[in-house]
């Protein structure tokens, strides 16, 4: 009895030096932060308390694709910047103009960031988005069958391709072309029978098509070292050519890849999930991640999914040219292609900010009628319109 009281009584001391140094720590948050981490407030920096409606948001997934806007002083992004709760830790502020007709967010890089941002702003009582276009955009690898380095693609799909089985190459059946295997199949060519709802975004045609006639308006950028590298692919394809606009499909996938055959596998898997109506050209982290949590929020009436567009940027080539190695091309090869990237990522983009700053009332307010199948693989929005895939 005595040892246990001895016990007892070490255990009241420790207890009581644990609550006093307690109480000298900053409180905390639910997350774990102390309260000194979080922002000083949420909302305007203007302060008003008035809902924002922008008629643009531009979505950039990492802090060099917003810099590239942001620094743009004739877009003036930086004069009424609003604090989201739920947006990145590191980048917490959505950035808006005067006005408040065009806004831009960076969501943090891979899926589950750019969901975790998108969701909060969706559904953040900041703005009301119900007639906001979004435009993603961001820098991608191109698939030189596609085009070339500072090529604009704009998007009608979105295919997560990295929703598969996956086997070491290694360890591959020698029947098989590659380590990856739709879910719930035995082969690589058989359509997936386990569906997550995630697999395939289809997004306005008709709306993608006049971003494409408005951005081909752009003088695109192109550089000596940019040509230099492409010079090492045939003359056949389309790499050797200079920077375009055009209609191209995105791959999205939080794994980095390089070379022909995870290319060539993910272009096989594009067009099985699209029953060959899509054409993989752009790699992506952040996609699908994007336009699942702004489907959710359609779905829940804060935003218009058919005022969507995803436009990716070529800053490098996702399989390598004749002479060079798969582990050069995704590791040490210099493409010349990234400021390249980011300087024809705002000469397209901004025609088309400019375009629906002119043209609202006329064109944009009311929408861009879609005469495809917009949403997803489930028909979550319930479109009158046939999938063009499932």
């Not at 395939?200 to 550089?223: G, H, M, P, Q």
């Amino acid at each position: 009895m005595r040892f246990l009281s001895i016990q007892v009584a070490l255990a009241v001391v420790l207890g009581s030096l644990f609550i006093a140094e307690a109480a000298k720590a900053p409180a905390r948050s639910r997350a774990g932060r102390t309260t000194s981490q979080r922002p000083r407030f949420w909302g305007r920096s203007d302060g008003s308390m008035a809902a924002l409606a922008p008629k643009l948001f531009i979505v950039n997934l990492y802090d060099s694709e917003g810099t590239t806007w942001l620094t743009k002083k004739s877009l003036g992004l930086y004069a009424n910047n609003v604090t989201v709760p739920g947006l990145s830790p590191l980048f917490p502020d959505a950035h808006c103009t005067e006005a408040g007709d065009v806004c831009q967010v960076t969501t943090g890089e891979g899926q589950i960031n750019a969901a975790s941002s998108i969701m909060a702003l969706a559904f953040s009582p900041l703005f009301n988005l119900t007639k906001t276009y979004f435009m993603i955009a961001g820098v991608a690898g191109i698939n030189p069958t596609c085009g070339t380095s500072g090529s604009v693609a704009f998007s009608r799909y979105a295919v997560e391709v990295s929703l598969q089985y996956e086997i070491d190459p290694r360890d591959i059946p020698s029947n098989y072309s590659t380590g990856y295997i739709p879910q719930g199949t035995e082969a690589p060519n058989e359509y997936p029978a386990y569906i997550y709802g995630t697999e395939v975004f289809e997004l306005n045609e008709n709306l993608r098509d006049l971003a494409i006639s408005l951005a081909s308006k752009a003088n695109l950028t192109d550089t000596s070292p940019a040509k230099t590298y492409r010079a090492q692919f045939p003359s056949t394809a389309l790499a050797s050519n200079p920077p375009s606009v055009f209609a191209g499909d995105t791959a999205s996938s939080d794994n980095w890849f390089s070379g022909a055959t995870l290319g060539d596998a993910f272009a096989n898997f594009t067009v099985l999930v699209t029953n060959g109506t899509g054409r993989y050209c752009m790699t992506a982290q952040e996609d699908n991640g994007c336009l699942e949590a702004l489907l959710r929020a359609d779905f829940a009436g804060y935003v218009d999914f058919s005022r969507v567009m995803l436009t990716r940027i070529a800053s490098d080539f996702d399989r390598p040219p004749p002479g060079v190695s798969v582990a050069q091309n995704l590791i040490y090869e210099d493409f010349g292609g990234l400021n390249l990237a980011y300087d024809n990522m705002y000469a397209a983009g901004i025609e088309i900010v400019k375009d629906i700053r002119v043209n609202w009332a006329e064109t944009y307010e009311k929408g861009v009628k879609a005469y495809n199948y917009v949403g997803d693989i489930f028909n979550t929005l319930n479109s009158s319109i046939k999938p063009d895939f499932g």
